[in-house]
């Protein structure tokens, strides 16, 4: 009776750790899935269903200059909505747009001033779903640099202060010497 028992709760146990190990193991072989299709980050790894392969597709298209095909790449990410990847797509798109407007140089970021709009947006969402990401706050303040927001609108301006009539106080000065 004793040996039956040992025995049951030795499969009982082998049991138990077991299905995390096999947990472990089926995400270990998607790993390894999701690692192969970045490698690749071509147009097969677009059409994977790893998320992570269509954001290094991204990548890859926005450092090969190519502005439409990473731009609309990181908008499939963006309407996909990948929560752990949505701080990372709309840090990269604020980037791609950024890049984009700074591609003539820093003197003619006027022509390009939607551009640049759409970046700060972009780092804005950014911000607001992770306030704590200083990069993007960085990137927003470069963006702001580049084209400063105007809060005043013409015909709110207040008028000059009224200057006020000087009284002499009567009252007695307090003493300023320490106790």
Do not use: C
Request: proline share 7%.
């Amino acid at each position: 009776m004793k040996r039956r028992t040992v025995h049951l709760a030795f499969a009982a146990a082998s049991i138990a750790l077991a299905l995390p190990a096999a947990w472990q193991a089926m995400r270990l072989v998607q790993a390894v899935r999701i690692n192969q299709a970045i490698a690749r980050a071509d147009a097969a790894a677009a059409g994977s269903g790893f998320a992570e392969a269509r954001f290094a597709q991204a990548l890859a298209l926005s450092t090969a200059g190519r502005y439409e095909a990473a731009l609309a790449a990181h908008k499939a990410l963006l309407q996909g909505g990948h929560g752990p990847l949505r701080q990372a797509v709309l840090y990269n798109l604020g980037n791609l747009h950024l890049h984009e407007a700074l591609k003539n140089g820093p003197e003619h970021v006027n022509d390009a001033l939607p551009l640049v709009e759409l970046a700060k947006q972009s780092f804005r969402d950014a911000l607001r779903d992770d306030p704590s990401d200083w990069d993007a706050r960085y990137n927003l303040e470069r963006a702001l640099g580049l084209a400063p927001e105007i809060d005043d609108r013409p015909g709110d301006e207040e008028p000059p202060p009224v200057e006020r009539e000087r009284a002499i106080t009567t009252a007695p000065l307090m003493r300023t010497d320490l106790p």
